[in-house]
């Protein structure tokens, strides 16, 4: 037995004494606890990083804001300038739409897989999931006056008439 559990097993002994039975079982999950918290300590929680950007991402950002500038050059430029600030905006402007359909490309490709994976585990739930509509708002209406809009909304009062009548 490693020398930490001997310690443990030492602290529970004497904490628990000679109590009756039913003490110690009401107490011992608390006293376990609370020992080896005292003896080990609390795990520390890692602080999640928000994910890394990927470089097609950090790429388009860049763009952006070089269409950004090159915009309010262009605005601010003489007639000579713009058609050249121009032929670059439209050089950033194809880039960037060009990731922008690589990147979107990429997130339907690992939806698809997701989806795939969500399918394999468990087809009825994926289907159940796919056509079922999503909840919004809280229901406040009691039952009874539900039931008669529902009635009053839904029913056809000339359904149990015969046509032959008619």
């Not at 520390?44 to 269409?67: A, F, G, N, Y």
């Not at 509509?133 to 529902?150: A, M």
Request: proline share 4%.
């Amino acid at each position: 037995m490693g020398r930490s559990r001997q310690h443990i097993v030492l602290k529970i002994g004497s904490l628990l004494g000679k109590s009756p039975l039913e003490h110690k079982l009401a107490t011992f999950g608390d006293i376990i606890y609370q020992t080896c918290l005292d003896t080990f300590g609390l795990k520390q929680r890692q602080t999640k990083c928000p994910p890394q950007r990927s470089r097609r991402q950090l790429e388009m950002d860049t763009l952006r804001k070089q269409k950004r500038k090159l915009k309010k050059q262009i605005r601010a430029a003489s007639s000579e300038e713009t058609n050249g600030l121009l032929a670059i905006w439209r050089q950033l402007k194809a880039r960037h739409s060009a990731l922008s359909r690589a990147e979107s490309a990429r997130k339907k490709r690992s939806q698809r897989r997701k989806n795939q994976e969500c399918f394999i585990r468990d087809p009825f739930q994926f289907a159940r999931q796919i056509f079922q509509q999503p909840k919004s708002g809280i229901l406040t209406v009691d039952r009874e006056e539900l039931e008669t809009h529902l009635k009053k909304t839904y029913s056809d009062p000339t359904r149990e008439i015969s046509w032959k009548k008619l």
